[in-house]
Structure formats: structure tokens, C-alpha cells
């Protein structure tokens, strides 16, 4: 005999989004730093500049996990 589920089914007439205003805020902000990141490294034009291998790489990492974060947190 089949456990009956614990959960209860989601409406079928739900219409909430997924992300909310503060998950678009967070979206927003992670892509001014990576076109930050992308821009800097492309106005400074040197491939071992400091620019290109200390500030950029920073910007790019907390970008990425802050989309991430933006993504998946539930507010």
C-alpha cells in the first residue's frame, strides 16, 4: 500500500512569479559589475595589467555568485 504524500499540491490557479522585485535588484546590480569587469579590462587594453589580474577577476567571482544568489534566494 503506497504512503499517502506529506506535501500539499501547489494551487493550479497560482500566478506569483518566481523572482520578486529584490531577485531583479540583485540581477541588476551583478550585471553592472560584470559589464564593470568587462569594461575595465577593455579600456585598460593590457594583458597583464592590474586592472585585468586583480580587480576584474574580483568583480567577475562576486558577480557570478550574486547572480546565483539572486537566482535561487526566495525573499
Not at 5 to 30: C, D, F, T
Not at 45 to 71: K, M, R, S, T
Amino acid at each position: 500500500m503506497p504512503r499517502p504524500s506529506r506535501s500539499k499540491p501547489a494551487p493550479s490557479g497560482s500566478s506569483e512569479p518566481l523572482l520578486g522585485r529584490m531577485n531583479y535588484i540583485l540581477l541588476g546590480i551583478a550585471f553592472i559589475l560584470i559589464l564593470t569587469a568587462y569594461g575595465g579590462m577593455w579600456i585598460e587594453n593590457e594583458f597583464e595589467g592590474f586592472y585585468a589580474l586583480f580587480v576584474a577577476p574580483i568583480l567577475l567571482f562576486g558577480a557570478y555568485g550574486l547572480v546565483a544568489y539572486g537566482i535561487f534566494k526566495r525573499f
